[in-house]
């Protein structure tokens, strides 16, 4: 069972990371770009072939999440400021993302990255863990 329980993070993550690998190949090396996206910023084939399983791993690693959820829900009431931070802190990075095609400074999609890979770091860890979540109507009752 173990091995189960981590298959899933792992190979979310293996796809994502192979997508991102592609998205960072040095602008010399994609190619012509094929749609002019922002201020710097185009799309070329290698950016195609990146976003593919980048969509494919975060899409997992989020249906993942999603079906985990009890899991998350139960670390959000033990822990409730730590799990707004967390959220808040991916909805910033995920704006700064979408943002930096059109922003003139070219590294605000960095930090974006940053602060939404640093995300789902605590909430992996919740979701991954062995124990299963506590099924009660309210606290304090036996």
């Not at 192979?18 to 012509?32: H, N």
């Not at 195609?48 to 959820?69: D, E, K, M, N």
Request: glycine fraction near 12%; charge should be positive.
């Amino acid at each position: 069972m173990g091995s189960d329980m981590m298959r899933w993070p792992r190979g979310c993550l293996a796809l994502i990371a192979l997508g991102v690998a592609l998205l960072a190949f040095p602008q010399r090396l994609e190619g012509p770009p094929l749609v002019q996206v922002g201020q710097g910023h185009a799309i070329s084939t290698i950016d195609l072939l990146g976003v593919i399983p980048l969509v494919a791993g975060s899409l997992w690693l989020h249906v993942g999440l999603w079906t985990r959820r009890p899991r998350l829900q139960e670390w959000i009431r033990a822990a409730p400021s730590c799990g707004i931070a967390v959220f808040a802190c991916a909805g910033f990075g995920l704006g700064l993302l979408i943002a930096s095609a059109m922003s003139y400074f070219f590294w605000w999609w960095a930090v974006g990255a940053v602060l939404f890979v640093l995300m789902h770091v605590p909430v992996l860890r919740a979701a991954s863990t062995r124990n299963a979540p506590k099924t009660g109507t309210g606290a304090g009752q036996e």
